[in-house]
Each structure stands twice: as structure tokens, then as C-alpha cells.
């Protein structure tokens, strides 16, 4: 009798842990889904045309990986789903064309918010948004793309410095 009980007992404890253990995931995954949601939110909707002001790395670089990661995933759809694929992203002059329409219409409808987000990001570092045009000039978009690797330049270390464009962003 003691030893059903006991193994009764442990049955409902591993239900229950597992349910926990299911539970704990789902929240995990939730807090990256929430996460990808308000980091696109910021960037799409909420500071969408601001061009004043400034933008830490994370907001930066998470909203970076997000953008790859969906442009990716309709590039996947362009190719294998709708199958009709125009241009290239990669090799803009070559015969193997990935990207289709859904790209297409990503690129476009995030390149104003990507534009201020990098404008942004320079005004971190201390400098002018315009320099985000050196990114189009080979070899010299190393110097840009250092400055958006780096930290901002009032942190403890810079604490003279004083950023003309604003408080580093909470």
C-alpha cells in the first residue's frame, strides 16, 4: 500500500515538473518573442522617422539580427513558397536571383527606420548621421561599421566627453 502511495506521489511529481519544465520553455520562448516585438516596435513604429536623439548598441544590433532573420525567412518564402524571385541581394549582377516580391516590400518598408536607427547610432558615437553614406564606398565602410561596433563614448571611461546630440538612451 506505502509503495503505490509513493509511487502515486511520484507520479504527480513528475507530472507536475514536467508541466514545469513545459511552462518554464514556453516562458523562455516568450520573453524572446516579446523581445523581437518591442524591439521591433521601437524601431518600426515608435522612433520610426527620429532622426534626434540617440540609440544604444542593443537596440542597434537586436534590431539588425531581427531584420536578417525575417528577411531571411521571406527570402525562404520567396524562393521555395511563391517561387518567383527577380533579383539578388547578394550578387546584384548575377543569374541566380534568391529575393522576390516579400523581400522586396521588407527592404523597402524598413529602409527609412534603418536609415534614422543608423543615424542614430552615429549620433552614440559622437558623430554626424551623414557618415552613414561612407558605407557605400568600399573600404572606407570599415570606419564606419567601427563606429557602430563601439560603445558610446560617454562611458565611464569618456566621462569629459560631452555628447552634442543628447543623454545616452535608457
Not at 7 to 20: G, P
Not at 53 to 80: H, K, M, Q
Not at 110 to 115: A, E, G, H, N, R
Request: hydrophobic fraction near 40%; charge should be positive; proline fraction near 4%.
Amino acid at each position: 500500500s506505502t509503495r503505490k502511495e509513493s509511487s502515486a506521489a511520484s507520479d504527480v511529481y513528475k507530472r507536475q515538473y514536467n508541466l514545469y519544465n513545459t511552462f518554464s520553455c514556453t516562458r523562455k520562448y516568450m520573453k524572446i518573442i516579446n523581445h523581437f516585438i518591442d524591439t521591433m516596435k521601437t524601431v518600426l513604429v515608435t522612433r520610426a522617422t527620429d532622426i534626434n536623439g540617440r540609440s544604444d548598441r542593443p537596440e542597434y544590433w537586436w534590431f539588425t539580427l531581427y531584420a536578417c532573420i525575417v528577411f531571411g525567412l521571406l527570402a525562404v518564402v520567396d524562393n521555395f513558397v511563391l517561387g518567383f524571385t527577380f533579383w539578388s541581394i547578394l550578387e546584384p549582377f548575377g543569374d541566380n536571383p534568391e529575393s522576390g516580391v516579400l523581400v522586396a516590400l521588407f527592404t523597402l518598408g524598413t529602409l527609412v527606420q534603418s536609415i534614422t536607427l543608423t543615424t542614430r547610432r552615429l549620433h552614440d558615437r559622437g558623430h554626424s548621421g551623414w557618415w552613414q553614406l561612407m558605407l557605400i564606398v568600399p573600404f572606407l565602410n570599415f570606419i564606419v561599421i567601427y563606429w557602430l561596433v563601439r560603445s558610446a563614448k560617454d562611458t565611464p571611461k569618456y566621462l569629459k566627453y560631452k555628447n552634442p546630440y543628447g543623454k545616452l538612451p535608457k
